[in-house]
């Protein structure tokens, strides 16, 4: 079946630090990928998506690249703020566009000191 | 309210009781979704629903769970016979027909 896999965390950086969050998946077919967050005390939003091969999702400074090759979608970020501590997710749902599951990864908590 | 609203927020319980959880998602949003997610982890799918009727409910671990949205909008799990693994925060979420997932802040469940 489907499944996303994270890199361990947690993470802590300064701001202004370069960052970058590890995300592969297994899938059949053509998924979409999604990075969502959770700030503290908050529900998981949505922060990027991609929905082919080569796509680039962007948002808040935030980029993640869909790789069919190496089955990845990376969050990165070139200056950090203490305003991105959260945990971040990598999921991905098996098609685009109609509304399906998402399979998520376990999380990794982001923690950026001033 | 804008967003998914869920309650109760927290919710104690003793082994062995029933339990509902109620999701009310945002208007005009068809599709409806439960999640669970365990400490450590990430949420893990339970039923998905488009309208009234349960499209997937593959992601229910067993009999115990059920969940219903009678009229195509607010929705109900219920967990019978609670036990001490039921222990999770239950998440609600709801989609336009983008696809695009938003979540309520999720319902707290403590079974001692």
């Known amino acids: 079946g489907d499944s996303v896999t994270q890199m361990e965390g947690p993470v802590t950086l300064s701001e202004e630090a370069f960052l970058t969050i590890n995300c592969t998946y297994t899938?059949?077919?053509?998924?979409?990928l999604f990075w969502y967050v959770q700030y503290p005390g908050e529900g998981l939003q949505l922060l990027l998506k991609?929905?082919?091969?080569?796509d680039k999702g962007s948002n808040k400074g935030f980029e993640a690249t869909y790789r069919k090759e190496t089955t990845s979608f990376h969050l990165e970020k070139g200056s950090v703020q203490v305003s991105d501590s959260a945990v971040y997710f990598c999921a991905l749902a098996p098609y685009t566009g109609a509304n399906s599951k998402l399979t998520f990864g376990k999380g990794i908590t982001l923690s950026v000191r001033p | 309210g804008a967003g998914v609203s869920q309650t109760p927020s927290n919710k104690v319980t003793e082994k062995g009781k029933y339990v509902e959880l109620r999701c009310d998602p945002i208007?005009?949003?068809?599709?409806l979704y439960w999640y669970r997610q365990s400490l450590g982890q990430g949420p893990e799918f339970l039923i998905y629903?488009?309208?009234?009727?349960?499209?997937?409910d593959s992601g229910l671990p067993n009999d115990r769970f059920f969940a219903v949205r009678p009229e195509g909008s607010v929705s109900t799990l219920k967990i019978q016979r609670t036990e001490r693994g039921d222990s999770a925060v239950y998440l609600c979420a709801s989609s336009p027909y983008t696809g695009e997932l938003f979540f309520g802040e999720g319902s707290r469940l403590t079974v001692l």
């Open positions: 208007s005009g949003h068809t599709a």
């Open positions: 991609a929905t082919k091969a080569d």
């Open positions: 899938a059949t077919g053509y998924p979409s």
């Open positions: 629903f488009q309208g009234t009727g349960a499209a997937d």
